[in-house]
């Protein structure tokens, strides 16, 4: 799975070691810009463009982190909805913590996904028969095209004919 599917997907499975190495990050990141906030709010000379670009990146990193939690919901064979356990108040975010950064998922395949400790094997079987099909599918075409028209015997481009030259009739043209 690639960084950015991670971070703005909401489809898939990842474990917990994934979940973890991207949510500690934007944890920082988030605390950062609230404190960006706080400060320049708390100043008498207001820069509201570093309020309006920490708040922006704020927003992207709710965002991130609500796609990342909904693959590790899906990954312990969830609804994406679970997160709005996030929104109870005090047991809500525990529940999220401990649940999303600690409980294993489901082993093999669930109804989101494969399981993630086994997608790198069957990406690679995968690719390899998307890379076969396709080759086969381009040679099909390739021998489905009709062939081209063979050119007449005895013919041939008239006098002063030149590539680009624009049709005339007689000495004046057109």
Same mark, same amino acid.
């Given at each position: 799975m690639s960084l950015a599917s991670i971070f703005f997907s909401w489809r898939g499975r990842i474990g917990r070691a994934v979940y973890w190495l991207c949510s500690i990050p934007l944890f920082l990141v988030g605390t950062g810009a609230?404190?960006? +906030?706080? +400060?320049?709010?708390?100043?008498?000379?207001? !820069? #509201?463009? #570093?309020?309006?670009?920490?708040g922006f990146l704020l927003l992207?990193?709710?965002?991130?982190?609500?796609? +990342?939690?909904?693959?590790?919901?899906?990954? =312990?064979?969830?609804?994406?909805l679970w997160i709005l356990m996030n929104f109870v108040p005090y047991v809500g975010? /525990?529940?999220?913590?401990?649940?999303?950064?600690?409980?294993?998922? #489901?082993?093999?395949?669930?109804?989101?996904?494969?399981?993630p400790?086994? !997608? !790198?094997?069957?990406?690679? /079987?995968? =690719?390899?028969?998307? #890379?076969a099909r396709i080759i086969r599918k381009s040679a099909e075409e390739y021998q489905s095209r009709p062939a081209p028209v063979p050119v007449a015997e005895g013919w041939s481009k008239p006098a002063g004919w030149q590539p680009g030259a624009r049709p005339t009739f007689g000495k004046r043209g057109l």
């Open positions: 609230v404190a960006a +906030i706080v +400060i320049d709010l708390q100043d008498d000379d207001l !820069r #509201t463009s #570093t309020v309006v670009l920490a992207v990193n709710v965002y991130c982190s609500f796609a +990342i939690q909904a693959k590790r919901w899906h990954d =312990r064979d969830k609804s994406a975010s /525990l529940w999220v913590f401990v649940e999303c950064g600690f409980l294993r998922g #489901t082993d093999g395949p669930n109804r989101f996904d494969l399981d400790s086994e !997608r !790198r094997e069957v990406d690679a /079987l995968v =690719r390899e028969e998307v #890379t």
